[in-house]
C-alpha cells in the first residue's frame, strides 16, 4: 500500500512538474518566438515599401500606396505626428532611420516610413497582436511534454523493480524444483510473470502430492497393522497352547504354526519395506540391457510350479529377443507379480503379450478368470487390496503385488492399467512403458 502510494505521488509530482514547465517557460518562450517572428514580418514590410519609396524620391500617390497595400495585403495611411500622437523621441529616431516599427500600440503593431517633407509619416497597419490563446502545437508539445516526464519516472521506477525483482527470481532459482524447468528470460519482469505461475502451479501440486502422501500413509499404516493381527495373534495363540501342552507332537505342529507366523511377518515386512523404497524414490536404478523374452520365460516356467494346472501362452512380436534397457531385477520382479496374480484368479489359462514398437513396449498379462469389477479397477493397484476379501493367502499374497508393480512401472516413466480382456473374458493388466529408461543422477547424500 506504501509503495503504490508513493508510486501515485512520483507520478502526481511529474505530472505537476510539466505543467509548471509548460506555463512558465514554454508559454512566454513562445509568446517571445512569435513576437520576434511578427517583428521581423513587419520590418520586411516597411523595408520594401521603403525601397519602393526611395525610387520615387519619397513622395507618394494615392495609386502607389493602393499598389503596396495589396502587395502587402496590408493597410497604409498618411498621418502627421500629431495625429499618431508619436513621442518626440521616437519622432526624432525616425529621422535618422527613416523607418521604423511600434509593437506597443493599444490597436496592434504597426509600422512607419518618414517622407520627404519630414511632417508626412505612412503608417502601416496596425497588425494582428500576437495570440495568446493555446494553440494545436501547444497541446501537442504538452503531450510530448507529459510523455518525455512519464517516462522518465517510468524507467526509474522500472529499474527500482526490476533490481527488487532479481532477489525474487534468484530466491526461485535457489528452490529445488525438481523436473520443473524455468525459462530463462533476461528481462526479470517478464522473468517473474511467466515463471511464477508455473512455480505457483508447481507448488500447489507438490503440496496436493504431499497431502496425497500424508493420507496413503495413514492408510498404509493402518493396512500393515492389519495385516500384523493375523499372524500375530496365531503366534501369541500357539505360544499360549505350547505351554500348555506336553506332547511332542503337538508342541513340534505348534512350533510349525510359530515358523510359520514369524516366515509370513518377515515376508510382510520386507514387502512393505520394498513398497516403500519404490514410492521414496530413494534408491536409483540398476539400469541395464537384458532380453524382456527370457525374462518372462524363467518367470513363466517359476509360475508353473506353483499352478500346474493352469496353462500358461507366450506371445511376442518380435518373436525373437526384445532388448530392454532397464532394472532387470525390478522388471522381473513385475513380471512375477503379474503372472502370478493372474495365475491365481485365472481359471485354467493365462496369456503373456509383448509388443515391441519404435521406442515402447507394450505387456499385456490375462486371464480367463471371473475380471475385475470397473469400479475397483484402480483400486487393485492400491496396498493391501484384494478382490475376494477373504484371509487366505497363497505364495505372494500379502496384498502389495500389483501396488509394486505399478511403483515400479511408474519409476520405469510407464503406466499400468487394468480392463476386461476380450479375448480370454477374464481380466487383463497392460503396461506401457520405454525401451530404453535414460541415466539416473545418483544422490550419494540420500543414499
Not at 41 to 61: C, E, H, P, T, V
Amino acid at each position: 500500500m506504501k509503495r503504490s502510494l508513493a508510486l501515485l505521488v512520483i507520478l502526481v509530482g511529474i505530472n505537476l512538474c510539466s505543467f509548471i514547465a509548460m506555463y512558465y517557460v514554454y508559454f512566454p518562450w513562445m509568446n517571445k518566438v512569435d513576437s520576434q517572428e511578427l517583428e521581423e514580418s513587419i520590418l520586411g514590410d516597411a523595408r520594401f515599401l521603403n525601397f519602393r519609396l526611395s525610387l520615387l524620391d519619397y513622395s507618394y500617390s494615392p495609386q502607389t500606396i493602393a499598389k503596396a497595400e495589396h502587395e502587402l495585403n496590408i493597410k497604409i495611411k498618411a498621418l502627421t505626428q500629431q495625429q499618431l500622437g508619436m513621442e518626440p523621441s521616437y519622432f526624432e529616431r525616425l529621422k535618422d532611420n527613416r523607418y521604423g516599427i511600434d509593437m506597443e500600440r493599444p490597436e496592434g503593431p504597426s509600422a512607419y516610413l518618414l517622407l520627404n517633407d519630414n511632417q508626412t509619416i505612412l503608417t502601416i497597419g496596425p497588425y494582428p497582436k500576437v495570440d495568446s490563446d493555446i494553440q494545436l502545437r501547444d497541446w501537442l508539445f504538452y503531450i510530448i511534454l507529459l510523455i518525455l516526464f512519464n517516462a522518465v519516472a517510468v524507467l526509474v521506477v522500472y529499474r527500482h523493480i526490476n533490481e527488487a525483482l532479481r532477489g525474487a527470481i534468484k530466491a526461485i532459482g535457489e528452490l529445488d524444483l525438481g523436473e520443473l524447468k524455468l525459462k530463462k528470460i533476461k528481462s526479470p519482469l517478464t522473468n517473474i510473470t511467466q515463471n511464477t505461475p508455473k512455480v505457483v502451479k508447481h507448488i500447489q501440486g507438490l503440496h496436493k502430492q504431499h497431502q496425497q502422501s500424508l493420507y496413503n500413509q495413514r492408510d498404509l499404516m493402518h493396512a500393515v497393522a492389519h495385516e500384523f493381527r493375523g499372524p500375530m495373534a496365531r503366534l501369541s495363540f500357539a505360544l499360549d497352547l505350547f505351554s500348555q501342552t506336553k506332547s511332542k507332537d503337538r508342541q513340534q505342529e505348534l512350533t510349525k504354526d510359530m515358523d510359520d507366523a514369524l516366515s509370513e511377518l518377515d515376508d510382510l515386512v520386507k514387502e512393505v519395506l520394498g513398497y516403500s523404497r519404490l514410492k521414496d524414490g530413494r534408491f536409483p536404478l540398476e539400469l541395464e540391457e537384458f532380453d524382456l523374452r527370457k525374462i518372462t520365460e524363467h518367470v513363466i516356467d517359476k509360475v508353473k510350479t506353483l499352478y500346474p494346472e493352469k496353462n500358461f501362452i507366450l506371445k511376442s512380436d518380435p518373436p525373437d529377443a526384445i532388448t530392454l534397457y532397464a532394472d532387470c531385477n525390478l522388471i522381473d520382479r513385475v513380471m512375477i507379480n503379474l503372472i502370478r496374480n493372474a495365475a491365481r484368479f485365472s481359471n485354467s489359462m493365462v496369456k503373456v503379450v509383448l509388443i515391441c514398437f519404435k521406442d515402447s513396449i507394450e505387456i499385456r498379462v490375462e486371464d480367463d478368470g471371473p475380471g475385475i469389477p470397473p469400479g475397483k479397477r484402480n483400486r487393485i493397484f492400491e496396498p493391501f487390496t484384494r478382490l475376494d476379501f477373504s484371509r487366505n493367502r497363497d505364495s505372494g499374497g500379502a496384498g502389495l503385488g500389483l501396488a509394486i508393480a505399478k511403483g515400479i512401472i511408474t519409476r520405469h516413466k510407464g503406466t499400468i492399467w487394468a480392463e476386461d480382456s476380450r479375448e480370454l473374458g477374464g481380466a487383463v493388466l497392460t503396461i506401457h512403458m520405454p525401451l530404453k529408461q535414460k541415466d539416473e543422477q545418483i544422490d550419494k547424500t540420500r543414499s
